[in-house]
């Protein structure tokens, strides 16, 4: 059974400063997705990693992919207020795609 | 329309009673997924549809949930009868369903309270 965690789960950090959320898988995938959820809403996609050694940016969000650790990471950089929010990493585990499985999720506080 | 629908956005309902979510897929999607979130279990994929057909409803409480898909724009995910341990948001996702691509898009989910 596929097993997908994320670390940490609750991050509090200052504006302008860099953090990186990490998020482990258990068995073999190269399909992965970061997701953000903001406080009684829904999930918004915001990045979608397809390949070992993919990387994507947006804005202050940067997300990469290593398929050979099964390892996905999320780096912030200079955080501002609204980077708050709760991050989830997914990963498909089905041969023929479908079947996300959700990490628990990292609920980010960024203070001024 | 390119977003996800779910109906009603909110449900509060007595015990025992039967409970009707319903969903509709963004147009020309062929994955629908079904989500239950909760405080202590996170996100828990209860079943999910390709083309219609149900491919994993394994999450699933057999003998009180049930998921449908009578046609390719609605979804219908029942509980009958409800318990207070239902209580949770119920999001649908929609996806293309694409060999190498499952990004789903989800909806803004069905807040269920069971008293």
């Known amino acids: 059974e596929l097993k997908v965690e994320q670390n940490p789960l609750f991050l509090s950090m200052q504006e302008g400063k860099n953090y990186t959320i990490y998020c482990n898988y258990s068995?073999?995938?190269?399909?992965l997705y970061w997701y953000r959820q903001d406080p009684g809403k829904s999930l918004e996609s915001l990045f979608v990693?397809?390949?070992?050694?993919a990387v994507k940016q947006e804005g202050r969000l940067m997300a990469s992919l290593d398929t050979k650790a099964r390892l996905s990471t999320l780096h912030i950089t200079a955080a501002v207020h609204d980077l708050s929010a709760t991050y989830f990493c997914?990963?498909?585990?089905?041969?023929?795609?479908?079947?996300?499985?959700f990490g628990e999720g990292t609920q980010l506080t960024v203070n001024p | 329309d390119a977003r996800v629908t779910q109906t009603p956005r909110h449900k509060v309902t007595e015990m025992g009673q039967e409970v009707t979510m319903r969903c509709q897929p963004i147009l020309g999607h062929n994955t629908v997924f079904w989500y239950r979130q909760t405080m202590m279990q996170g996100l828990e994929l209860l079943a999910y549809f390709r083309n219609r057909a149900p491919l994993d409803d394994s999450g699933m409480p057999k003998d009180r949930f049930s998921a449908e898909m009578p046609d390719a724009t609605l979804a219908t995910l029942k509980i009958q009868p409800s318990e207070p341990r239902d209580s949770a948001v119920y999001f649908c996702a929609s996806a293309l369903g694409q060999l190498m691509n499952t990004e789903a898009f989800f909806g803004q989910g069905t807040r269920l309270t069971v008293v």
């Open positions: 068995t073999t995938s190269d399909r």
């Open positions: 997914a990963v498909d585990q089905g041969r023929s795609g479908s079947r996300l499985t």
């Open positions: 990693l397809l390949s070992n050694g």
